[in-house]
């Protein structure tokens, strides 16, 4: 009869569960798991690896240790190791305590930083409520895109600069097959990013269920498919991301009104689509809808972009008009009603009939529930996590990551910062320098920013100098036939060092990232002018633009270095 001793068990459930994951061990003929006892009894065939048995019951959640005891066993053997490494607060052989790291949450902070931990030696418990991979998987940046792309293509089918010589056609639009698609890419990446890697990553075990703080040492996890455990860690991350704001507009919430993650699962294209909101998600979904063949009207409080350069949101009013999307700025829906399965706005303007109401203003950091007041944790007014220049919190040893915190509600930068709060609840003093943070919006054409602008800059009290190139003077641009928008550049008078980059074009995403290392490596407007660009790309308008702080290109020919 061999014994282990196991912590962490809460009640006879616990017990249970890991009798069950004992008993699938190979070589585990019987199994008695005792939770007041804290023991589990094993009678084992000849050769069953003790390290098996303690991995069983530490993927649960929970500590174990092979009980002191065990006659004939020879010392500084693999069961010796095994106990050291694996369970009990054991030391492993260089003297050092192995951590256990909570993490709430399964999206890209989540990930990143339990990866990190596991792969600098900490225990790892993952906490999800939900599916596995949070929101840009699922539910946000991967079938967004998808569904972006394929509505590209459909409207290139439909109408391009080359009609006069290549015949256009209106495609049929198979909604459901499109979805069926989408969703098989989403699922595949899911288990090859997510699934995959955490079932082969031995030091991370996962938990389905949901998270709250009982203090600031413990967690109490209510588990989807039955139960509570509760969980001691030295260490937590909490990555539980953001879930989409609904304004309080009279009679919205009574209506059965689309967020973004109903629209991209929907398998219609409805005949109207309003969409209330004037930022990212709004208008890639608007202008996805309306070249699948919606009717779509956006409403905007202010105009489109407002926190942006206002030359962005111009350049993008006009593409979507010119589209046929209607684009109503200042306008303040007043109230939301739906009867016989139409939605009537009421707005300053009027009222306005639609077939579906899609609501995309904002996202709001998915903090509540978590306990936060019994660990210590602070949130703002928005509720979302207040954390330092580490990723930690106010709570001892708790850290946050990704868009339940202040910081921007990108993907990159959840996954940088959870890999950064994996490094410092190790040991380490890793930060995150946003400064050349790039940012895309996947509208036709798209917007890309990095930087500061021009107001911005103004507003830390830096004199600046300017400069837009309009693209119908990038050769690439009117190679394509396609001169919407403009690529602008903000400079430091005097030291002319960049200091922000605006873009709006075709493709501006592929370009940003350069103009994202030129202000990494503080190069000034005139370093870049000199640099070589391939000729006939995108990217060369950076050059281009930063020529005209010398020079008028207009003047030069069309490859002049």
């Known amino acids: ?93 260089d003297g050092d ?26 225990r790892v418990t993952l906490i999800e409520r939900g599916t596995i991979g949070g929101t840009c998987v699922n539910v946000g940046c991967v079938p967004s895109k998808i569904m972006i792309r394929a509505a590209h293509v459909a409207h290139m089918r439909r109408e391009s600069p080359f009609d006069a010589g290549i015949a256009a056609s209106a495609p049929a639009i198979h909604r459901c097959r499109l979805l069926a698609q989408q969703q098989a890419r989403v699922d595949e990446l899911r288990h090859a990013k997510y699934e ?61 009104f689309w967020t973004s993650t109903d629209a991209l699962a929907s398998d219609v294209i409805p005949p109207r689509l309003a969409v209330i909101g004037s930022s990212v998600v709004a208008l890639e979904l608007a202008q996805a809808f309306a ?8 409403f905007a409080r202010h105009t489109l972009f407002l926190r942006e350069d206002p030359a962005i949101g111009e350049a993008v009013t006009a593409a979507f008009r010119a589209e046929g999307i209607d684009v109503l700025e200042h306008t303040q829906t007043r109230q939301v009603r739906h ?54 919190t106010s709570g001892a040893n708790i850290y946050a990551a990704g868009d339940c915190t202040e910081q921007p509600q990108f993907v990159y930068v959840a996954a940088a910062s959870g890999t950064r709060a994996a490094l410092n609840m190790l040991g380490g003093d890793a930060t995150l320098d946003l400064s050349a943070m790039p940012a895309v919006v996947f509208t036709d054409p798209q917007v890309a920013t990095v930087g500061l602008t021009e107001t911005e800059a103004r507003a830390r009290g830096m004199e600046v100098d300017t400069r837009a190139l309009t693209l119908d003077n990038v050769p690439r641009a009117l190679a394509n036939f396609d001169t919407r928008g403009f690529i ?30 030129a202000l990494r490596a503080r190069m000034t407007v005139h370093d870049l002018a000199e640099q070589l660009f391939p000729y006939l790309t995108m990217v060369e308008g950076l050059k281009l633009c930063a020529q005209t702080f010398t020079k008028d290109v207009k003047q030069l020919s069309c490859c002049a270095g």
Request: aromatic letters at 2%; a neutral charge; proline letters at 5%.
């Open 488 to 517: 602008k550049l903000v400079a430091e008078v005097g030291s002319g060092r960049l200091l922000g980059v605006q873009a709006v074009a075709p493709e501006a995403g592929e370009l940003i990232q350069s103009a994202a290392l």
């Open 97 to 122: 305590e192995a951590l256990h790291v909570a993490v709430i949450g399964s999206g890209g902070a989540a990930m990143a930083a339990a990866l990190k931990a596991a792969e600098r030696g900490a």
């Open 1 to 93: 009869m061999t014994e282990l001793v196991i912590s962490g068990m809460t009640c006879d459930s616990c017990a249970t569960h890991v009798r069950q994951a004992l008993e699938i061990v190979p070589g585990v003929r019987s199994a008695q798991v005792s939770y007041p006892e804290g023991t589990a009894r094993l009678t084992l065939a000849r050769g069953t690896p003790m390290t098996a048995l303690v991995s069983a019951v530490t993927a649960l959640g929970y500590r174990a240790r092979v009980a002191d005891g065990i006659a004939d066993r020879p010392r500084d053997s693999l069961l010796d190791k095994a106990r050291s490494w694996l369970g009990g607060g054991q030391k492993a052989p």
């Open 339 to 392: 009867a016989d399965g139409e939605f009537v706005l009421t707005t300053d303007h009027g009222d306005l009939r639609a077939d579906r109401l899609l609501v995309a203003t904002g996202r709001a950091p998915d903090t509540q529930g978590l306990g936060l007041d019994a660990a210590s944790v602070t949130v703002d007014a928005q509720g979302a996590i207040v954390v330092n220049a580490s990723m930690r």
């Open 196 to 256: 995959g890697i955490l079932a082969s990553t031995p030091a991370i075990s996962v938990l389905h269920g949901e998270a709250r703080f009982k203090d600031a040492q413990h967690l109490v996890v209510k588990l989807n498919d039955g139960g509570e455990r509760e969980l001691a860690f030295d260490r937590c991350l909490i990555a539980t991301g953001a879930y989409p704001s609904v304004p309080p507009i009279p009679g919205l919430k009574d209506a059965p």
């Open 291 to 298: 070249r699948l063949g919606s009717k779509v009207t956006v």
